[in-house]
Each structure stands twice: as structure tokens, then as C-alpha cells.
């Protein structure tokens, strides 16, 4: 660990503290500075921590050869995260007050507040087993 060492509050328990993500690569946390200036190499991510950049604030937990980021602080003016349920038959639903897009790097699929659905790409496919239906005010055929 570089830096000024975390402050140890008692036997068996990890030191937890906010810091600046300083350098990340691919969405995660490579070193952080801590509150009181102390520089750590980032060991780990847990699992539900979102993409990273440099200026983020994390939270942190000391580690013998540095520190895991546990979380990310949202920016004041940040709203807060989709909320994402999983359900028990395995589904999952996604809320959001304003619009969900899915993207890839060859296709984008919008689900708009305001009840359109927007997809994009090459080519779009619709394939049905049984019967597929349209139903619109208007449909336009090319």
C-alpha cells in the first residue's frame, strides 16, 4: 500500500473510507485517494459497483496490500439508478422514470417515458413461432 496507511479502528475489522477515484481503466478503479490523502492501489470491486471514472467517490475498505471499492457516491445533481427487481421465476424488470436504452455496438434498443419503443440497427428480425401481430393507428410499410 502506498500512501499514509488507513487508520485500523479495532482487531478484525476493515477500515472504511471515502475516496477520489485518481486513475481507472475499463470502468474500474485502479488507484484512489483517500480522505486524508493517502494514495491505494485498488485490489477489487465489489460486485454491484457501477462503471467508474477518474473524480468519482467511492467507498472504500482497507485491504492488506491496499483497498476494495464497495460503492459509488452519486453526484448531487445524479438522479438515482434504474431500479432493477429479479424475480422468482427468473425474469427481471427494469424501472426508470426516464428512458432505458440497451446498446451494443451495432444496435440500440429505447424503451421512451412517453410509450414509444425505439430500436436501431442493421437489420431488425421479428420471428414468431405461431401467429405475429402488428397493431398501430397507422401502420407504414417502406
Not at 485502479?30 to 454491484?48: C, F, K, L, P
Not at 482497507?62 to 460503492?71: F, I, K, M, Y
Not at 431500479?83 to 444496435?107: K, Q, Y
Request: hydrophobic share 40%.
Amino acid at each position: 500500500m502506498e500512501g499514509i496507511p488507513f487508520a485500523h479502528p479495532g482487531a478484525g475489522s476493515a477500515p472504511i473510507r471515502l475516496a477520489t477515484v485518481m486513475d481507472a481503466r475499463d470502468g474500474a478503479a485502479v488507484r484512489v485517494r483517500d480522505t486524508a490523502g493517502g494514495m491505494h492501489r485498488v485490489t477489487g470491486h465489489g460486485s454491484a459497483v457501477p462503471h467508474l471514472l477518474p473524480g468519482d467517490t467511492v467507498v472504500v475498505a482497507a485491504t492488506g496490500d491496499g483497498c476494495v471499492v464497495l460503492d459509488r457516491l452519486r453526484a448531487p445533481d445524479e438522479a438515482p439508478a434504474a431500479r432493477v427487481e429479479r424475480h422468482a421465476d427468473g425474469s427481471v424488470s427494469v424501472w426508470a422514470d426516464g428512458a432505458i436504452r440497451l446498446h451494443t455496438r451495432g444496435a440500440t434498443l429505447e424503451l421512451h417515458p412517453d410509450g414509444r419503443l425505439t430500436a436501431g440497427g442493421r437489420a431488425l428480425e421479428l420471428a414468431a413461432a405461431e401467429n405475429l401481430n402488428l397493431r398501430g393507428g397507422r401502420i407504414r410499410l417502406n
